[in-house]
């Protein structure tokens, strides 16, 4: 069984993480920007790297608009999130390499896989971490049934 690790963080901050996110994701595929692209990869490299109470996203919005914009605190375990993190760094950096090397049209439609996925997860249903929670701590949300 893994450590749980809680943290709290603002809300609203994390919120603005989870959307924000999936906004440059979508830029990126709407405007096919593989800078978009890089700067996705380097925000959630850094948010892996830093965890979740220091990731870039947060950060930015604790020291603007959460300043003025009070919300109330969230607790969620860093572990899991750290996952979260290093999977959708890792599948930008997929993404980032079709769309580099490859330079075919259909590279792009990874980048609109990952943006639908990145958009699951901005409505609060986080694959990633429910995967880890799942597996690694024995806290799935199916249950099984039994036969009769």
Not at 124 to 137: E, H, K, M
């Amino acid at each position: 069984m893994a450590i749980y690790r809680p943290v709290t963080i603002n809300r609203a901050s994390f919120a603005f993480c989870r959307l924000s996110m999936a906004i440059i994701i979508w830029l990126a595929f709407i405007f096919k920007s593989e800078i978009l692209l890089l700067l996705t990869t380097s925000i959630f490299l850094l948010s892996a790297i830093l965890r979740i109470q220091k990731a870039p996203m947060i950060r930015l919005y604790d020291i603007t608009a959460g300043r003025i914009i009070k919300s109330g605190d969230i607790i969620i375990d860093s572990n899991s999130m750290f996952f979260a993190h290093s999977i959708a760094c890792i599948l930008s950096l997929i993404c980032l390499l079709l769309v580099t090397l490859v330079d075919e049209s259909w590279t792009w439609r990874t980048v609109l896989l990952f943006a639908i996925l990145k958009s699951v997860s901005a409505l609060g249903f986080c694959p990633a971490a429910r995967f880890y929670n799942c597996t690694l701590n024995g806290n799935c949300c199916i249950k099984s049934s039994k036969n009769a």
